[in-house]
């Protein structure tokens, strides 16, 4: 039944009545509010949430009891939410079966579970915090999985609302697998490897280049000397055609090889030279790649001359777009700058530690005489990355503005990919997927507000915050 009724605000939210059926049958009966705003879980008023209720200053906080939950705001008219297939039903049959089969052995294929939408189908593995949102049931988890996939549950964050399951790469923010994550990941696995050769595929990667396609053609002929075993030691190496493009560049590699592996001594060399060098060489080298292509696949046969114009023109074009990006870059202040009245400008970081799997995230409000008008230090445990914890830092920035009861405000954060992502309204595939899309639907609460990016020295006033409160085990306000 839905009724109209006139509530005075500035009373707590009424839980339930006594209604008279008939002449001698008596019921409670227990209401829901619709399009019901921020309210406090303490006391049941309107316009504050737990963490700022004056209740908290006047007794003992073991004492403290909630006697509001979620269950007050009614579900939306729009009709039911569509229910998750993971995790979402009773946790037998086929759905376990469906996510141990989702854990695989090194943990890098994610199953993203956006868990949120309808209580009570999530009622097996997922507990009600308040307005913190939702956090995993262990005991329950540690019944069903192993110990180290219950670790990787715990790791996947858990959205308040309804999205569609996904299936993501957590090592690229972009959610989708790119062969520099992989190579990453394999590097991250060989432990074996010399200091020397991860120092050379880490120069590799760092010269600026865009990317390029490469094609692979089966053919044991050198296309240039005819030369038998086309090999990457012949192609660095003795390939007359790219030894005479190296010395037009006064790039000249030694050739005394011995006993050295063909990668032990192209790193050598590639370590010696110079970034521009660097990049010079990696141009050469895939010029000879680019012609050596062009003559097996379409039988043009190009110069030594125009091999060398090409680089030439390549590097000089490089060369000028660097220009042009450094003077079309917007200028970002070094220092915090206050918000326009009566905006609030809250800014937000975290602290993380990788073995621990420990994060803090901070948020900082100031005004426009930079005052301190509230400020929040939280814990995050079973933390996968320092990407999700930026974002978790970003929603509690969120959280304390609306707990504080305020309607125009600036978010700002070091985190440029998390404010990117927050702005951005075409489908996140990342990890902090759900988190962001918990933000962008919190924001729907505000009058105004704004999120930002800003440089790392004009955010070290509320990184010091997260920090200072590394060692802390429960929230702080």
């Not at 297939?85 to 141990?100: D, F």
């Not at 060098?277 to 125009?306: F, T």
């Not at 504080?404 to 405000?409: D, E, F, I, K, Q």
């Amino acid at each position: 039944m839905r009724v109209k009724v006139s509530l005075n605000v500035d009373q707590p939210l009424k839980r339930r009545k006594k209604v008279l059926l008939g002449k001698e049958r008596c019921v409670y009966v227990r209401f829901q509010y619709e399009k019901l705003t921020l309210f406090c879980f303490i006391c049941g008023r309107l316009g504050h949430g737990e963490r700022f209720c004056p209740v908290r200053l006047t007794h003992n906080p073991n004492d403290i009891t909630f006697g509001w939950d979620l269950s007050f705001k009614a579900p939306s008219r729009r009709g039911p939410p569509l229910p998750s297939k993971w995790l979402r039903e009773e946790v037998s049959g086929t759905p376990l079966a469906e996510v141990k089969s989702a854990l695989d052995v090194h943990g890098q294929l994610h199953m993203q579970a956006n868990l949120g939408g309808d209580v009570r189908n999530l009622s097996p593995v997922v507990a009600n915090v308040g307005s913190s949102g939702q956090v995993w049931k262990l005991d329950i988890l540690h019944e069903l999985f192993e110990e180290d996939q219950v670790e990787r549950i715990c790791s996947i964050p858990i959205a308040n609302g309804t999205y569609a399951d996904d299936i993501i790469w957590r090592l690229e923010g972009s959610g989708c697998y790119t062969v520099k994550s992989g190579y990453r990941l394999l590097q991250n696995a060989s432990r074996a490897m010399a200091p020397h050769i991860s120092a050379f595929f880490s120069a590799v990667w760092n010269v600026e280049l865009p990317p390029k396609r490469r094609r692979l053609a089966v053919n044991n002929i050198c296309p240039f000397c005819d030369s038998p075993g086309e090999t990457v030691v012949h192609l660095m190496r003795d390939c007359a055609t790219c030894n005479q493009l190296l010395a037009a560049f006064n790039l000249v590699p030694s050739h005394v090889l011995g006993e050295v592996s063909w990668i032990d001594w192209l790193a050598s060399f590639f370590l010696s030279l110079s970034v521009n060098d660097r990049r010079l060489v990696l141009v050469i080298y895939w010029s000879v790649w680019y012609s050596r292509n062009k003559l097996v696949h379409e039988g043009y046969k190009s110069s030594i001359y125009e091999i060398i114009t090409f680089v030439s023109a390549f590097i000089r074009e490089q060369d000028s777009f660097c220009v042009l990006k450094d003077t079309t870059r917007p200028s970002l202040t070094s220092h915090w700058m206050p918000p326009p009245t009566p905006t609030i400008k809250i800014n937000f970081d975290s602290a993380f530690n990788q073995h621990g799997s420990h994060a803090v995230s901070g948020a900082l409000g100031r005004n426009s005489e930079g005052l301190i008008m509230a400020a929040c230090a939280v814990p995050h445990s079973n933390v996968p990355d320092a990407f999700v914890v930026e974002a978790l830092a970003c929603q509690q920035a969120v959280l304390l503005a609306m707990d504080a009861g305020l309607s125009n405000v600036i978010i700002e954060g070091d985190s440029l990919t998390v404010i990117k992502k927050i702005n951005d309204d075409s489908h996140d595939r990342s990890v902090i997927a759900p988190i962001v899309a918990d933000i962008k639907e919190l924001a729907k609460n505000f009058s105004t507000i704004s999120f930002c990016f800003v440089r790392r020295k004009a955010n070290k006033a509320v990184h010091a915050l997260a920090r200072e409160c590394r060692s802390c085990q429960t929230p702080y306000y």
